[in-house]
C-alpha cells in the first residue's frame, strides 16, 4: 500500500538497529506517550531490534485510558435519561464506569450510538430534533479540534439539541507532570499527529527546563525506529531538543487554522485523569459564550463519587512505572472481552496491546 | 453465567471469544449430545446406511444489499458453504423469512430472485419454508432462516473434524481475506471511501467437490465471522498444536488493507463469504492449490502458514517487518450484523 509499504520496509528497519547498536552506549529510558506508538512497537516486535541498554516505557496518551472514571460515570448517568441518545466512539463503550458500562446499559435499553465522526453526531442530532444528542468527546489535540468545528457548525445551523460532554485534554501538561513526579525519563517519542495540529513549540521547555530529548515521530516502524535514533544521538552527544522527525506531516508552526478553532471554543481547565489525579491546565472546557453546548451545563445529574477498580494498576502502567506484565489481574481476571481497567479496553491501551501481541 | 442482572451484548453473537463463551457455557450445558458436542459447522448424521450432513444459519444482514450481492445471494452462499466444508454435497435447503410490516414489495422480490438464481448455481433446491411478518419496528426489515442438508461421502466424513492434523501441514486459503466485512462496512457506514471492495460472497461447493475428489484434505472450514484468527485458534485449541501464518504472502486486496489500517482492524478479523481454509500435508497442499487456482473463485489462492510443534495453542504471525505477535481470536462485538 502506498504511503504505507515504504515505511515498513524490513532492511530500512535493520539498518536502522545495527545503526542504533553501533552508537548507544549508555541507559537510556525513553516514554512513547502515544498509544498509536505503543501499538506499532508491539505489533512489529520492535523491542527486539533494540539494543538492550535502551528502554521504552508506554505514557499516558490513550484517550480512552486517561479518561476518568468521572467522566464515564456521568456519561453512563446521562445515558438513562429520557430522550437521550449518547454517541461515542467505539472503545468508550466497553470501559467499566464504578458500576456498569455503556455497552451494558445500552443492552437495558439505552441509546448508544458507534460514531466514527462527530459529525455523524450532529447528522444524528438534525434527524432527532425531539431528542438530546450528547456526543462524548475525548483524544487530545488531534481530535478536539474536529470537536470544536463541530460546535461552531451546531452553532451555525443552530441545532439545539447537541451537546458535548468534553473530556478533551492537552499532551504537555501530563508530561511534564510525569518528569515532576520523578519519574525517570530521559526522552520523549511525542505524538505526530498532535504536533501536525499545535506545532513543535509546545515541548520547548521539556527540552531547555528539564533537559529531555522530544522527537515528534510518525506512526510506522521505520519512523518510531528513526526516531528512536534521533533520540539517542541527542542523548549521546547531550544535546537534548526537539526534533520532528514526522517531517512529511509536521510543520513547525502546525496548522493554524486548527488552532484558532481551538482557541474559540476550548478553554483549558484543571482536569482529572485516571490514575493520575487532577493535573493543572491539562483539560479542554467549552467555553461560557458556546456554552448551549456543553453538556456539563444543560444536564443536571446525580453522579456519586467513583471508585477505581479493585487491584487494577492502569495508574501506575499509565505513569510508565510498571508494566501490564506486573498486574495480577492481566491476562486473568482482565482480558479485552472482560476488562477490568480502560487500559485493556481500548485498542490503544497499554494492556490490550501487550495481551494482544504478547508472546 | 454469572449473575441474574447479566445480559446478552451484541458481542454475544459476534463469531469470536464472547460467543464461544456462550455456547460452551449454556447451549452446550443444556443441549449437549455426541453430535452436537463435535461443534463442526454442519451436524453429521447417520440415516439409515447414508450419512448426511445437516446445519442452519440466520441471516440479519444491514444492509440488504451490498456490493457482490444481497441477503438472499448471501442466506444461501452461507449454508451451502456450511454444509460443503463440512465434506457434503448440498441437496435441499428450506428458507425462512421474518419480514416487517412495510417492506417494500419490489425488494423483496429482488431478494427471491437472487436466492432462486444462487440455489440454482450451487445446484442445490429450495425444498420447503416459512413465512413470518411482524409489526412494523419489530424487527428490521428482513430476516432469512435457511437450513440445509448434504449428503457425505465416505471417504470425506472427517474432513470437518481435524484428525490427523500434524507439524509440517500447510494452511492454504482460495484468495483474499476480508472482503466481505469491509464491503458491508463500507455500504452502511456511509465513510465514502473511494474504494471498490466487494464481498466475496459465493458457494463454493463446486470447487470444494473438485478438491476432496482430487486430493487428500486433513481440515476444512469457512472463516466467516470473527475471521480467518478465529477459525486458526479453534483449530489450535482442538489439535494441541501451534499454527505460524506468515503476512507476506497472506492475499489481501489494497482496498481492504487500508480500511482496515484506518479503522484500525485486522484483516484477520475481518468475515468472508466466499472463503475456505483447508488443511492438507505440504505435498497434497502443492497440488490443491495448483487446483484451486485454476478455479475462479480461487485464483488468488496461497499457502499462508503451516502448522508447527513450537506454541502449541497460539496462532503466531511472521509480520513483514519480521517481528512476530500472536493472533487472537476476536474478543467483543468488532461488526455486527454482517451476516
Not at chain 1, 3 to 28: F, G, H, P
Not at chain 2, 168 to 196: C, K, L, W, Y
Not at chain 2, 212 to 236: C, H, I, W
Amino acid at each position: 500500500m502506498k504511503y504505507v509499504d515504504e515505511y515498513r520496509k524490513k532492511d530500512l528497519i535493520l539498518s536502522v538497529s545495527e545503526k542504533l547498536k553501533s552508537i548507544s552506549k549508555k541507559e537510556i529510558v525513553l516514554m512513547e506517550v502515544c498509544g498509536g506508538h505503543t501499538m506499532a512497537i508491539h505489533r512489529f516486535g520492535l523491542h527486539s531490534l533494540l539494543p538492550s541498554n535502551i528502554k521504552l516505557i508506554s505514557g499516558p496518551g490513550c484517550p480512552v485510558c486517561v479518561s476518568s472514571q468521572h467522566f464515564i460515570d456521568t456519561a453512563m448517568a446521562y445515558s438513562k435519561l429520557p430522550g437521550v441518545i449518547i454517541t461515542t466512539y467505539g472503545d468508550l463503550i466497553r470501559v467499566p464506569g464504578s458500576t456498569t458500562s455503556l455497552e451494558k446499559e445500552r443492552a437495558n435499553g439505552s441509546d448508544v450510538r458507534i460514531i466514527y465522526s462527530v459529525l455523524d453526531a450532529l447528522e444524528i442530532a438534525k434527524k432527532n430534533p425531539e431528542k438530546r444528542v450528547v456526543f462524548l468527546g475525548i483524544g487530545f489535540e488531534t481530535t478536539a479540534p474536529l470537536t470544536a468545528a463541530a460546535i461552531l457548525q451546531a452553532k451555525k445551523e443552530e441545532i439545539p439539541n447537541f451537546f458535548v460532554l468534553s473530556a478533551h485534554k492537552v499532551m504537555p501538561p501530563v508530561m511534564k507532570a510525569l518528569v515532576d513526579e520523578g519519574v525517570k525519563i530521559d526522552g520523549f517519542i511525542a505524538p505526530g499527529h498532535v504536533s501536525a495540529i499545535t506545532g513543535t513549540a509546545i515541548y520547548d521547555t521539556l527540552a531547555s527546563e528539564c533537559g529531555l530529548g522530544v522527537v515528534i515521530s510518525g506512526f510506522e516502524p521505520v519512523d518510531m525506529m528513526h526516531s528512536v535514533l534521533m533520540l539517542t544521538k541527542q542523548l549521546e552527544s547531550g544535546t537534548p531538543k526537539v526534533e520532528v522527525q514526522y517531517q512529511r506531516v509536521v510543520q513547525h508552526d502546525g496548522n493554524k487554522i486548527a488552532q484558532q478553532i481551538l482557541e474559540n471554543v476550548f478553554e483549558l481547565r484543571d482536569d482529572q485523569w485516571r490514575g493520575l489525579g487532577t493535573i493543572p491546565k491539562s483539560g479542554l472546557r467549552i467555553r461560557e459564550n458556546l456554552s448551549a453546548f456543553d453538556a456539563e451545563k444543560h444536564f443536571k445529574v446525580d453522579v456519586p463519587e467513583s471508585t477505581e477498580p479493585k487491584g487494577c494498576i492502569c495508574g501506575q502502567i499509565l505513569r510508565g512505572l510498571k508494566t501490564p506484565v506486573d498486574c495480577g489481574l492481566f491476562a486473568k481476571k482482565c482480558t479485552p472481552s472482560d476488562p477490568v481497567g480502560a487500559c485493556m479496553v481500548s485498542g490503544e491501551g497499554t494492556c490490550a496491546t501487550y495481551y494482544k501481541y504478547r508472546s | 453465567m454469572k449473575n441474574r442482572e447479566n445480559k446478552i451484548l451484541l458481542g454475544h453473537g459476534s463469531g469470536g471469544r464472547m460467543m464461544h463463551d456462550l455456547i460452551e457455557n449454556l447451549f452446550l450445558k443444556h443441549f449437549s449430545n455426541t453430535i452436537l458436542d463435535e461443534q463442526t459447522d454442519a451436524a453429521i448424521l447417520n440415516v439409515g446406511s447414508e450419512e448426511i450432513a445437516f446445519t442452519t444459519d440466520s441471516f440479519v444482514i444491514d444492509p440488504l444489499f451490498f456490493p457482490g450481492g444481497n441477503i438472499g445471494k448471501l442466506a444461501v452462499c452461507g449454508t451451502v458453504n456450511d454444509l460443503a466444508v463440512s465434506g457434503a454435497e448440498p441437496l435441499y435447503i428450506s428458507v425462512s423469512m421474518i419480514i416487517e410490516e412495510g417492506f417494500l414489495m419490489q425488494e423483496l422480490e429482488v431478494i427471491v430472485e437472487s436466492l432462486a438464481a444462487e440455489a440454482k448455481k450451487a445446484g442445490v433446491i429450495i425444498v420447503t419454508g416459512d413465512t413470518k411478518v411482524v409489526n412494523k419496528g419489530k424487527c428490521d426489515k428482513l430476516f432469512i432462516n435457511t437450513a440445509g442438508i448434504g449428503r457425505i461421502k465416505k471417504e470425506n466424513r472427517f474432513v470437518s473434524k481435524a484428525l490427523d492434523i500434524q507439524p509440517g501441514d500447510v494452511i492454504i486459503i482460495n484468495g483474499t481475506i476480508g472482503d466481505h466485512g469491509m464491503a458491508v462496512m463500507n455500504a452502511r457506514e456511509s465513510f465514502n471511501f473511494r474504494t471498490s471492495v466487494e464481498s466475496d460472497c459465493a458457494s463454493l461447493n463446486h470447487m470444494i467437490s473438485e478438491v476432496l475428489g482430487q486430493s487428500s484434505v486433513k481440515f476444512m472450514r469457512d472463516p466467516t465471522r470473527g475471521g480467518v484468527a478465529t477459525v486458526l485458534n479453534e483449530l489450535v485449541e482442538k489439535t494441541k498444536l501451534g499454527i505460524e501464518l506468515d503476512e507476506s504472502v497472506m492475499p489481501v486486496t489494497s482496498g481492504v488493507k487500508a480500511m482496515c489500517e484506518l479503522l484500525g482492524f485486522d484483516p484477520l478479523h475481518i468475515a468472508n463469504e466466499g472463503k475456505v481454509l483447508i488443511v492438507a500435508s505440504e505435498k497434497d497442499g502443492n497440488a490443491i492449490l495448483e487446483l484451486l487456482k485454476k478455479n475462479e473463485l480461487g485464483l488468488k489462492s496461497a499457502i499462508i502458514g503451516r502448522v508447527v510443534s513450537d506454541h502449541p495453542g497460539k496462532v503466531v504471525l511472521k509480520n513483514e517487518t519480521g517481528g512476530r505477535r500472536i493472533v487472537d481470536s476476536l474478543s467483543g462485538d468488532q461488526l455486527p450484523r454482517i451476516c
